[in-house]
């Protein structure tokens, strides 16, 4: 009996070589819609899948492929009599291979097109054949994807059909894809970060160099149904990335998206060692890299604003592993050039966020992205801050949210001095902070803190270490004794009723 093979796809790369290579291995083809005609367009001897079913396509193409004739003949078990005498008594020839992929629902996403245009895109009888093939995958070779064609033809040329563990490998792309497809549309159809059961879907964009260690294996997925600064992004030079690397790169960038201003934030280990803003790009880098220089060696630096030229010069004076940025002047990188290994990437989206995920063994934890700021500043003590006072506070609060917890910020000027966090108690990090503060300026400094004040020392040293005014989120129950302190010291504090634990 001759092989059948059906093909009906949307992606029709190398589809007319491949149809040629199956002709010429005598298949009958079976197809549909645009795909027939194509394959008819090119030459290629193709049977249009009404003329199996006896039945015309309606409802605009929406039903077509749903047929016992086709699935008859995908889903029959060769090796079980009853089927192979049921569908010959009904006049259904098996079919062999099946070439399907999906309408693009995938790349509609996120396009503008209504709720009416998209329903269009949600494919019915294409996951149909394709889950019916991959269930029945000890006899059905299902291809989801272009690049699977040429291991199809080789396999074919060897050995007259496809191996069961090529055959059992497609099946699996088969769930794989599918379970991705309907997650977007669930996704999209719901429009709930917290369903009752979690989709996801991603696609992997690349394998790592390895993650956080060496000896770890990873790779990078993208969300399929939203976009986001670390999606899309150009790989403009510079070596292959780790994991280390795109969760510093997603850090950094998130910093500098806060700020109108042009503005420059350096990330080390997942920590930012240095965050400014500028009247330039460079001035901006220049600032940031004065908060740590000894951290910033080997660190990742990103900009709200394009990288021009002397930037790119000034970046060069030092080792760094990445410079990541919504755009780079052509001077800027033919500079950057002269250190191969740097990788530069350009963001094309900008930070969209909405919802958090962390891997917890067994489990996953989700809520929604920290993306809020308090406006309605309490000011809690007797002296009031200046404006340039509550311009620096409001600038150091930006930053400490970024900050691992326990967290403190301390900055005067649009400019970082003293970044304290990670630490197990919050007198630690404000020390860390004012003292690397103070090594460097000694005036108008101001603190921020992440979390509030459990007692007054955090207070007392920073009024003793010369900072001139705190914002916190108050709510500890011994609020009134910091509150108390600044009063002695005659420096202000303002509590913004908003925590920002970075964990």
Not at 111 to 138: C, H, Q, V, W
Request: glycine letters at 6%.
């Amino acid at each position: 009996m001759q092989k059948q093979a059906l093909i009906s796809v949307s992606d029709k790369s190398n589809l007319v070589e491949f149809a040629q290579f199956l002709v010429a291995q005598d298949y009958k083809i079976l197809s549909t819609g645009g795909t027939y005609k194509h394959l008819q367009d090119h030459g290629i001897e193709v049977t249009e899948v009404k003329d199996v079913t006896g039945f015309p396509e309606i409802l605009d193409g929406r039903v077509k492929s749903l047929h016992p004739a086709i699935h008859g003949g995908i889903m029959a078990r060769r090796s079980d009599e009853n089927h192979m005498k049921t569908i010959e008594s009904l006049g259904i020839n098996p079919i062999d291979l099946v070439i399907v992929n999906l309408y693009p629902f995938f790349e509609k996403m996120n396009t503008g097109l209504s709720e009416a245009e998209m329903i269009e895109f949600i494919d019915i009888g294409g996951p149909s054949m394709l889950r019916s093939s991959a269930k029945n995958f000890y006899d059905v070779t299902v291809v989801t994807d272009a690049n699977d064609y040429a291991k199809v033809m080789q396999e074919i040329t060897a050995e007259g059909t496809t191996r069961l563990e090529t055959r059992k490998l497609f099946a699996g792309k088969v769930f794989n894809l599918t379970a991705a497809y309907d997650a977007a549309i669930s996704s999209y159809i719901l429009g709930d970060d917290f369903p009752t059961y979690l989709e996801s879907s991603y696609e992997k964009v690349m394998d790592l160099r390895y993650g956080e260690n060496p000896h770890q294996k990873a790779a990078y997925y993208v969300d399929k149904t939203k976009n986001g600064a670390m999606k899309d992004f150009e790989y403009l030079q510079g070596k292959e990335l780790s994991f280390n690397n795109i969760r510093d790169m997603d850090l950094a960038y998130k910093v500098v998206s806060e700020f109108n201003d042009i503005s420059c934030c350096a990330v080390k280990h997942s920590t930012p060692c240095g965050v400014a803003i500028g009247d330039s790009v460079v001035d901006a880098y220049t600032k940031a890299y004065e908060c740590d220089p000894m951290s910033i060696f080997g660190g990742i630096i990103a900009f709200n604003k394009k990288v021009d030229a002397n930037t790119a010069v000034e970046l060069n004076k030092i080792f760094l592993e990445i410079v990541i940025a919504p755009d780079f002047t052509a001077d800027a990188l033919e500079i950057f050039k002269q250190k191969k290994n740097v990788r530069v990437i350009k963001v094309n989206n900008p930070v969209a966020d909405q919802v958090t995920y962390v891997k917890v063994d067994g489990g996953l934890i989700v809520q929604s992205s920290d993306n809020q700021f308090s406006n309605e500043f309490q000011i809690v003590t007797t002296t009031q801050p200046s404006q340039k006072q509550m311009t620096d506070l409001i600038f150091a609060q930006k930053i400490v949210k970024w900050v691992k917890s326990n967290a403190i910020v301390v900055a005067t000027n649009g400019q970082a001095y003293g970044i304290g966090g990670g630490q197990t108690n919050r007198i630690w990090a404000a020390q860390q902070a004012i003292e690397r503060a103070k090594a460097k300026v000694d005036q108008d400094l101001v603190l921020a803190s992440d979390a509030f004040f459990p007692f007054r020392d955090v207070a007392d040293f920073a009024a003793e270490n010369g900072i001139t005014a705190i914002i916190q989120p108050g709510g500890s129950v011994k609020d009134q004794e910091s509150i108390d302190a600044c009063n002695e010291h005659e420096i202000p504090m303002v509590f913004t009723g908003m925590r920002h634990f970075m964990h």
